[in-house]
Structures are given as structure tokens and as C-alpha cells.
């Protein structure tokens, strides 16, 4: 499915946590697609399934995943209300963060063209070099 830098600062839940979001943003994993049960996430990746556990229980409450018991994890599917306001989040931090690079010196045209890298690289559009 995909692989963890076990060499990274960043703890190992998070890098799960944050490789499963990418995979459900990107429309990889379907909505309502069951998700791989935690001992067999755990096999695969050869980490404990405590910290596939806690992974999911993240995607579940940031709304990403849902659980049905005795079943297993899938896919939330999109709410749009939800979507709103998560995207009016969104919006409010990014503009907080581009201000920020602005005043620490980081040209607009450079932002422009990370945004415009990021969202080729995401398949949102060709980047116009």
C-alpha cells in the first residue's frame, strides 16, 4: 500500500495518518472502501497494531474514516457541509502562513509557483514554466 520512513523525526502514527489522508484525497480509496484491519496493516508494515489503531482513530476524528464494529474502518464519505467549513479553515491558516512567508521575504511569485508545482504534482492542472 505504501511505505514509512522509520528515520524520520516525525512519529510513525502521523506519517500513517498523513499517507491514508493522501490516498483518500486523491480519490485512491473510494468512499465507503474498506480499509485493511489493523492486525493486518500491522503485518504489512511490520509495526505494532497499537499504532495502526491510533492512526485510525485520528482519521476518525478528523472525519476521514468511520468504523462500524465488527466490521472494520472505511471511508467517509464527502459531506459537503463539512467540507465547507473545513475549507474555510483551511483558507483562514493558509492565509496566516502566506502572510507570514511575505513578511519573512519570500517573494509572491515563488508562492504563486509553489502552488501552481503542488497542484500539477496533485494531477489539479499543468504547471505553466
Known amino acids: 500500500m505504501f511505505e514509512l520512513d522509520m528515520r524520520s523525526r516525525k512519529p510513525i ?3 500513517l495518518v ?4 493522501e ?3 486523491n480519490d485512491i480509496l473510494k468512499p465507503d472502501e474498506q ?4 492486525r493486518t496493516l500491522a503485518q504489512e508494515l511490520t509495526i ?3 499504532t495502526i489503531q491510533k ?9 476521514f474514516i468511520y468504523s462500524v464494529k465488527g466490521k472494520g474502518s472505511f471511508v467517509n464519505p464527502i459531506d459537503m ?3 465547507t467549513e473545513k475549507m474555510d479553515s483551511v483558507k483562514k491558516e493558509l492565509e496566516k502562513l502566506i502572510l507570514e512567508a511575505l513578511y519573512l521575504g519570500i517573494p509572491a511569485d515563488d508562492l504563486i509557483k509553489l502552488i501552481k508545482d503542488l497542484n500539477a504534482s496533485k494531477g489539479g492542472g499543468e504547471s505553466n514554466d
Open 55 to 63: 492512526a485510525y482513530r485520528e482519521l476518525e476524528i478528523q472525519g
Open 23 to 25: 490516498l483518500i484525497i
Open 35 to 38: 480499509l485493511p484491519s489493523v
Open 48 to 50: 505494532n497494531p497499537n
Open 81 to 83: 457541509k463539512k467540507d
Open 18 to 21: 498523513d499517507k491514508l489522508k
Open 13 to 15: 502514527y502521523e506519517q
